[in-house]
Structures are given as structure tokens and as C-alpha cells.
């Protein structure tokens, strides 16, 4: 696949070729020349099909993650947040050792050593990370639920885009049991914090922490806002929000 520069921006099918628009500016790939049936059956494309049921495998598993917490990414990502998202599946899959070839998937990867933690660090937003946003201390509790910072301080160890003058953190708890495609989402009430505020102690706990089977995910989410006349508006439609995986279990 390359990258198409020209005068004129042409979308459809040329001499072979196919142009059109993504969000990396204008493509051009050519037509494939493999039919469906052959790689469906024959024995040459074994590997091709097994890849391509993992692929499967993992793309379902990112979609049951996006589901867990939809309204959440709503506000906080990035044009490629799904397809990292597959990556990270994939990552996952890796670890299952005891699956055959295109049968590995996410729910035996994550009985093995440090699949959990691979989760952990994943932003949302990669153009705004939790990370680099929040400098203060902290400290999560997963068995309680609870998030606690002491004596933050706004706009010091919290830091906000020029123009926001208030940011709402809020932590989300979900379970996620891949076996079962199912999930359990609970959050906390949101605080905000002015960027001229003075320190504070802040404390975010979720209203209860799911229980089951699968992977436990904790996430903290930071939105940006400006107070305008007594109106609160989403600064930059949001691209300055951040979400990230704080901890898995």
C-alpha cells in the first residue's frame, strides 16, 4: 500500500489500481489476484487461513473490549485507537502456548505469566496520555476500587492545555471475560478540577468492583474543559483528553 501525491485526488479504480481517501491522506493499492476459494481451500494457504482466524479472533476480542467501555473512548482517542487495539490482542494471543495454530486466543493467552500486564499503559489517545498529564503521586487500590492522590496540586501535577480551566477525572473499573464474550463495567462519580485550584487531597473510587472470571481493568479518564459564562465547553472537541490502563488483574 503507498501514499498517492498528485494534483488531482482520484478515487476509485484505474488501470488496475485502486485510489481512495484515508485519514493518512490519499492511498493506492492494486487489485489482489488470489480468488477467495482457493485460499479457502487449498492446501497452499493452510498458513493464510490459520492466520487469518487469529486475526479474526483478536479483532472480536478488541471489539468486546471497545464494547466494555464505549462511551468512555467516545471521549477519549485517537483515528487509530481500534487498530491498536487488535495489536494489542494480538500481543495477547501470543502468550497462549497451548492452543494450536489459529486456534490461539485471549482467554488461554491470559492464564499465562504477564499477559495481564500487557494491558497495562495502553492510552487511548496517544496523541494525550494519563501519563504525562497527571505527574502526582497515587495511589490505586484495585481490591477497594479506590484512587487516591494527596495535596494535588492543579496545573503543577496536574497539567492542562492552554485555554482549559477545568479537567473531570473519573476511574472505570471492567471485567472482561473473553471465554464468554461478556463483561461488567462500573465507574466513579467525576471530580473536577479547576487549573487554578488550590491542592487538594482527591479520592475517585468506583461504585463497586466487578467480580467474575477474565481480566480485571482499572482506567483512568481525563477530560478537558473551558468555563465560558457560566457554560462548560469540551476543549478542541476532546483531542486533548487522555484514558489509559491503569492496572490489570
Known amino acids: 500500500m503507498a501514499k498517492f501525491k498528485g494534483i488531482f485526488e482520484i478515487e476509485g479504480t484505474l488501470q488496475g ?18 480468488s477467495k476459494d482457493r485460499i479457502m481451500n487449498d492446501p497452499a494457504f493452510e498458513r493464510t487461513r490459520e492466520n487469518g482466524q487469529e486475526f479474526a479472533t483478536c479483532a ?28 494489542l490482542m494480538h500481543a495477547v494471543k501470543k502468550l ?25 499503559g495502553f492510552d487511548f489517545n496517544r496523541n494525550s496520555k494519563v501519563g504525562q498529564l497527571l505527574v502526582a503521586p ?31 477525572l473519573q476511574l472505570v473499573a471492567v471485567r472482561i471475560d473473553f471465554a464468554t464474550e461478556t463483561y461488567t463495567a462500573s465507574e466513579s462519580g467525576k471530580t473536577t ?45 476532546r483531542q486533548f483528553n487522555a484514558m489509559s490502563v491503569l492496572a490489570a488483574e
Open 17 to 34: 489500481m485502486t485510489f481512495y481517501k484515508s485519514k493518512d491522506g490519499m492511498m493506492v493499492r492494486t487489485k489482489g489476484g488470489v
Open 60 to 87: 472480536k476480542a478488541a471489539q468486546l473490549f471497545r464494547l466494555s467501555i464505549l462511551d468512555k473512548i467516545d471521549l477519549a482517542k485517537d483515528h487509530r485507537t481500534q487498530s491498536r487495539m487488535i495489536s
Open 96 to 120: 497462549d502456548e497451548v492452543s494450536t495454530r489459529g486456534a490461539r486466543n485471549m482467554a488461554t493467552a491470559l492464564q499465562e505469566p504477564g499477559a495481564k500486564a500487557l494491558f497495562v
Open 138 to 168: 497515587f495511589a490505586l487500590d484495585t481490591a477497594m476500587g479506590t484512587l487516591e492522590a494527596t495535596g494535588l496540586t492543579p496545573g503543577q501535577q496536574l497539567k492542562y492545555p492552554p485555554a482549559a480551566t477545568e479537567a473531570d
Open 193 to 237: 478540577l479547576a487549573s487554578t485550584g488550590a491542592a487538594e487531597d482527591l479520592t475517585l473510587t468506583v461504585s463497586e468492583v466487578p467480580a467474575g472470571e477474565g481480566v480485571l481493568l482499572y482506567l483512568l479518564l481525563i477530560e478537558f474543559y473551558q468555563q465560558l459564562n457560566g457554560q462548560r465547553y469540551p476543549l478542541k472537541n
